[in-house]
């Protein structure tokens, strides 16, 4: 079983839908969880980290956390084309300062 | 805030050459550095954690001989591809990390090129 698991998509929304990305991981002593947007050919960026239970909201972007049920997600509302990108979900080991990255859920919001 | 820069952005070199990456935080000390590789169209690849002032610590199949990580500063960290080989081609990328928490902050990456 892999650490932190993502469905690979493509995902595909039309533009102004939600998108919900999903991930599970492994390690029930994971205490922070972080997802990341990488462009094709870019570096991945910081886009949301959420460390208790519960929802976190930033803009167009809501992090999800279960930790009963060893799941995070990623809710982007009104979609947009230059949200088309890959989403990485990352979780920090429970005895360690280092992320374990899910292999990435692929994002395509169609105009 | 939290900006990461890498230097350069891309090079190309020859077999059996080396080359140094760098990887700065411009706007925070960074406790922790951490040096990545990613294949196109795979997953980011954890090479090595460094910490300033520290050995760094590789992962296991990475060869801390050839991959020469050096953490001077709370500001700097290098990567250092020695006798670089086409199969060392790759994406490399770094990322900062600082403080208690556990976000890092990624540098925009190397594309390195081994002709």
């Known amino acids: 079983q892999k650490e932190v698991e993502q469905n690979s998509g493509p995902l595909s929304v039309p533009e102004g839908a939600i998108a919900s990305l999903n991930c599970t991981y492994s390690?029930?002593?994971?205490?922070?969880f972080f997802w990341y947007r990488q462009y094709s050919g870019k570096s991945p960026e910081l886009i949301m980290f959420?460390?208790?239970?519960g929802d976190k909201e930033d803009g167009r972007f809501t992090a999800q956390l279960n930790k009963a049920s060893q799941y995070v997600s990623l809710l982007i509302r009104d979609s947009q084309p230059s949200d088309s990108a890959t989403y990485l979900c990352?979780?920090?080991?429970?005895?360690?300062?280092?992320?374990?990255f899910g292999q990435g859920t692929t994002l395509q919001v169609k105009p | 805030g939290a900006v990461v820069s890498q230097h350069p952005s891309w090079v190309i070199c020859k077999s059996g050459t080396s080359v140094k990456i760098e990887c700065r935080s411009l706007?925070?000390?960074?406790?922790?550095m951490f040096w990545y590789r990613q294949f196109p169209k795979q997953s980011l690849m954890l090479m090595a954690t460094?910490?300033?002032?520290?050995?760094?610590?590789?992962e296991q199949g990475v060869e801390k001989d050839k991959f020469l990580i050096n953490h001077a500063s709370l500001t700097l960290s290098t990567l250092t591809v020695t006798s670089a080989h086409p199969e060392d081609s790759s994406f490399y990328i770094c990322?900062?990390?600082?403080?208690?928490?556990?976000?890092?902050?990624f540098g925009p990456g190397t594309r390195l090129t081994v002709t």
């Open positions: 460094s910490n300033e002032g520290s050995k760094a610590t590789y």
């Open positions: 990322s900062a990390q600082g403080g208690a928490s556990y976000e890092q902050y």
């Open positions: 990352a979780v920090a080991g429970s005895n360690t300062g280092k992320l374990i």
């Open positions: 706007d925070f000390q960074a406790t922790t």
């Open positions: 959420i460390y208790s239970n």
């Open positions: 390690d029930r002593g994971s205490q922070s």
